[in-house]
């Protein structure tokens, strides 16, 4: 007997309040996608109108969920330093602006 597992795939992708109607694509293609923080633990949005789109409308597997997940993390490990105002603001600033630094090329 196999034994299957029900984990989430997008778990590490989901907000803890779910994002408001409002706040969701609702464009009836999708046909460019940004990596674009929400303050939200999805970064998935629609490149024609900039809303959160719900990674399992997209279909990521599972492996690539994750990499997402982590690049979100580590993208808001940047805003935090950032948004700290302390010694690392400009270089955290500098950072989430410059489209060739780490963070960016990354995601």
């Known amino acids: 007997m196999a034994i299957v597992s029900t984990r989430d795939p997008y778990q590490k992708l989901r907000p ?6 409002a706040e969701l694509c ?3 293609e999708l046909s460019s996608l940004l990596l674009q923080p929400h303050l939200t633990r999805n970064p998935i949005s629609c490149a024609t109108c900039g809303l959160e789109v719900p990674p399992e409308r997209v279909g990521l597997p599972a492996a690539l969920a994750d990499q997402v997940a982590w690049w979100q993390a580590f993208h808001d490990a ?15 600033r500098a950072q989430l602006e410059e489209l060739e630094s780490p963070v960016n090329a990354r995601g």
């Open 16 to 21: 803890a309040q779910a994002t408001p109607d």
């Open 26 to 28: 609702v464009c009836s």
């Open 78 to 92: 940047f805003y935090t330093l950032w948004a700290d105002s302390g010694e690392f603001e400009s270089w955290a």
